[in-house]
C-alpha cells in the first residue's frame, strides 16, 4: 500500500536523534490541486478566547486550550519549586507537552477551515496580525497568555492547506475584523 501512494512522488527523509530516541523525518512531494475560482469568501477573525471565528458563524472555542495551559502552568510551577529530583524528571518529560497540544489543535482548526472553504468553492480572508505583540500591551497576569498565543501557527498552517487545495488566501487588515465576522 505504501509504495502505491509514493509511486511517481519524488521526496527526502532525515535521521534524526533527540533525546536518545531517532526519528525519521520524511517529506513527501504531492502535487498540487488546481486553484478553484472562488464563489465566496470567508473571513477569518482570530482572537485569545474564541481561537477562530469564521464568518460562516463557525466558532472555534479556546476554553479547553486555557484549561490545558492553566494546568502546565501550575503543574510547571510546583514541580519548579519541589525543586527534588523526581520533580525535575517529571518537568523534563512534561517539557514540550504543551506545544504538542497546542500544535494538534491548530492543525485541527485549520483542517476544518480549510475543507469549510473547499465546500463551499471560497477564498479565505485573514487578518494580518504580525507584529501583534510589539502593539499591544497585557497586564502582568495576562502576559503568558498574551505572549503564547499561537495565531501565526496557525495562520501558516491555514494558509498551507489552502494552498495545497487551490484555496486563494487574502490578507486583510486586522482593524474591525472581529466586528465583521
Not at 502546565?72 to 529530583?85: C, E, K, P, V
Not at 491548530?106 to 473547499?118: L, M, R
Not at 504580525?130 to 499561537?150: E, F, L, P, V
Amino acid at each position: 500500500m505504501a509504495g502505491y501512494l509514493l509511486k511517481g512522488s519524488g521526496g527526502q527523509c532525515d535521521l534524526i536523534r533527540k533525546n536518545k530516541l531517532f526519528y525519521l523525518m520524511v517529506s513527501v512531494e504531492s502535487p498540487e490541486e488546481p486553484a478553484i475560482k472562488p464563489v465566496d469568501i470567508i473571513g477569518v477573525d482570530m482572537g485569545i478566547v474564541n481561537i477562530a471565528v469564521d464568518s460562516t458563524g463557525r466558532y472555534y472555542s479556546g476554553d479547553h486550550i486555557k484549561d490545558v495551559r492553566e494546568h502546565y502552568t501550575d503543574l510547571r510551577s510546583r514541580l519548579q519549586s519541589a525543586g527534588t529530583g523526581s520533580a525535575k524528571r517529571h518537568l523534563k518529560k512534561l517539557s514540550g507537552r504543551e506545544s504538542r497540544f497546542m500544535r494538534n489543535t491548530n492543525h485541527i482548526i485549520s483542517k476544518e477551515i480549510v475543507q469549510t472553504a473547499k465546500g463551499t468553492s471560497s477564498a479565505i480572508a485573514m487578518e494580518n496580525l504580525s507584529g501583534i505583540r510589539m502593539r499591544t500591551t497585557a497586564r502582568k497576569g495576562n502576559r503568558y497568555i498574551h505572549s503564547s498565543w499561537s495565531f501565526h501557527q496557525l495562520r501558516s498552517f491555514i494558509e498551507y492547506k489552502a494552498w495545497e487545495a487551490g484555496i486563494p488566501i487574502i490578507a486583510v487588515d486586522p482593524h474591525n475584523t472581529s466586528r465583521e465576522c
